[in-house]
């Protein structure tokens, strides 16, 4: 039978001959030739290799399409990459070939019922995949247009923004004000709608993990104002589990907080547009470029959180050191505000004397 062997990324799998797959190798071999019991052999070049396929390391994903069989090697530390990543988000939310799932999203955040459903959208700029080669931000943004006109941003927030309530205000009135050209009159504005998905809480005084805000007649309670919107996720807040019968909004948060944990699609999310989020971001399926480019976020990422690990301590250090100059405090209590180490007390207080 003809036999496709598929292999992703770093395998850490052995080989009786000296042929080794190092990090981000992967290639598709095609051949005919019976199945042995517990190997097959395939031909790399000039080179052959036998593979075995017993390894508890692996998950090995067997598919019988007519004659052909296909064998799926991953490495089971992650099947599924970071939806909140900013190359992750980008390929879920403005990716014109699986547009159903931002249309699925953007219908679960903002509550749509059957003849206010949103039924096409356009990607504004598909091809704006980051490069964090430049990155020097944590926010990565989507602007689509749905069949009406209307405009939206959806934006995924990493880090903890002090004044993101007033940054999501004011980039959503620049999206308002240039529709306008010169002669263009103002009946031609369409609504702009902001979704922020944080990881962080913003709201601290309110307890729900998705809030909706308006410009509402504080007395009616009327919309008039209708050309700007805001709706914030904040993923902190969600600690539910889900189930089959779970509302898809739920589903949704439920798999960008945990889709990097979980080996395969639960039951509970198997939902057409949601199994597709998970085929997207199912790392088997990315390219080497695109692997390299969340390489290099997982980079920054780490460079930034040692930046700011760095920048606490010293701070941290700066006030015991003004606590010890008081001569009221002992070490331990020092420790105890600071969040610094008995030890590291202590050296800082020897250190003066």
Known sequence: MMVRLLFFRSIPISCNS????????????????SMPDKSVVATVGSIFVSLSFTYSAQLIHF?????????????????????????????LFANMAHKEIVISFLNSVLGRVEGRKII?????????????????????????????????????????????ALRAQY????????????????????????????????????PHYLSHHFILDSKT????????EFHFIELEKFKKEV???????????????????????????????????????????WSVAELEA??????????????????????ALEIA?????LNNLDIRTIAQITGLTVEQVEELKNKKT
Not at 171 to 196: C, D
Request: with cysteine; proline share 3%.
């Open 18 to 33: 000296f042929f080794c797959f190092y990090k981000h190798v992967g290639f598709v071999e095609e051949y005919n030739q």
């Open 63 to 91: 598919v019988t399409e007519s004659n052909i069989s296909t064998f799926v090697i991953k490495d089971k530390s992650m099947i599924y990459m970071d939806p909140t990543s900013d190359i992750g988000f980008k390929k």
């Open 120 to 164: 096409d959208v356009v990607i504004n700029d598909p091809n704006n995949f980051p490069d964090n080669r430049q990155a020097k931000t944590s926010i990565v943004d989507v602007r689509c247009t749905d069949q009406k006109g209307n405009q939206y941003i959806i934006e995924m927030q990493i880090d903890t923004q002090k004044h993101y």
């Open 171 to 206: 980039y959503s009135s620049i999206a308002l004000s240039r529709q306008l050209a010169k002669k263009e009159n103002y009946e031609e504005l369409v609504p702009v709608i902001f979704i922020g998905v944080l990881n962080f809480t913003l709201f601290h005084s309110n």
């Open 221 to 228: 309670y009327t919309r008039e104002l209708a050309h700007l």
């Open 243 to 285: 189930d089959e019968n779970s509302p898809i909004i739920d589903k949704w948060v439920y798999f960008l907080k945990h889709a990097t944990t979980l080996q395969a699609v639960p039951n509970s999310l198997k939902n057409p547009e949601i199994k597709d989020a998970f085929d997207v971001l199912e790392r088997a399926n």
């Open 294 to 315: 969340y390489d290099r976020y997982l980079d920054e990422r780490r460079s930034y959180a040692g930046k700011i690990q760095y920048a606490e301590e010293q701070k």
């Open 321 to 325: 050191n003004n606590l010890l100059l």
